[in-house]
DNA sequence: TTTATATATGAACAAATATTCATATAAGAA
DNA sequence: TTCTTATATGAATATTTGTTCATATATAAA
């Protein structure tokens, strides 16, 4: 395993700082499998649709999600496989300490 | 897939919290596959003495890296192949945006 | 014992960040 | 158009957090 350079380090830094909160792994939790609009996803855990949707912001820029628009409503889902695999490969980890 | 309760979910953003530091992910990346003293880490990654050892005292306390003492020296190596995986799958991900 | 080396730690400071509140934007309904 | 609903956003605030500096602890060497 070589070091990696100091760009690969900070955008891997960057990455896991956007699970490193609670508002939002809630948020990717509550997404697995189902798409929600932002108002279900805000009731979903308990947080504010202002914060829920500042958290979007931030996932979304990561491309962590994606969003559709319907109407009004803007549903968001897991943008890809990984967001889960790094979801889940942390709860093992956590499962085991 | 379930929702996490909320003490999970804390556990796990704490976890990536750590993994959310480019600091700490230079010591975690240093530290793959090898052991080494709180003085070559810190000249390997280009950082202080005490900076170092600041993080180190975090991702000890996570179980995240074990040590053991030699002399005066204290080496360092990563707790568990779990550590390398979480970073390996972050790794996959950021060569893929 | 004194000196040197390795590591840890507490306090202070600065920077980053999450939430709240108020408000703006956008889309549909009346 | 006006009203309602859904979402986004900017500013302010409070909290968290990483680094630095000085110093403490511990181990080994002289």
Redesign the pocket.
Known sequence: MKLLDDDKIIDLA?LY??F?????VKIINILIDKE???????EGIN????????????L?QAKLVK?R????????SLADDHVEKIFKIGCEHIEEI
């Open positions: 960057e700082k956007l490193g909160d609670s508002t939002r929600l609009c932002v108002n279900e996803i805000a947080a504010t649709q202002s914060a829920v949707s500042h958290q979007l912001r931030l979304k969003y628009k319907e109407g009004q409503a803007i549903f968001y």
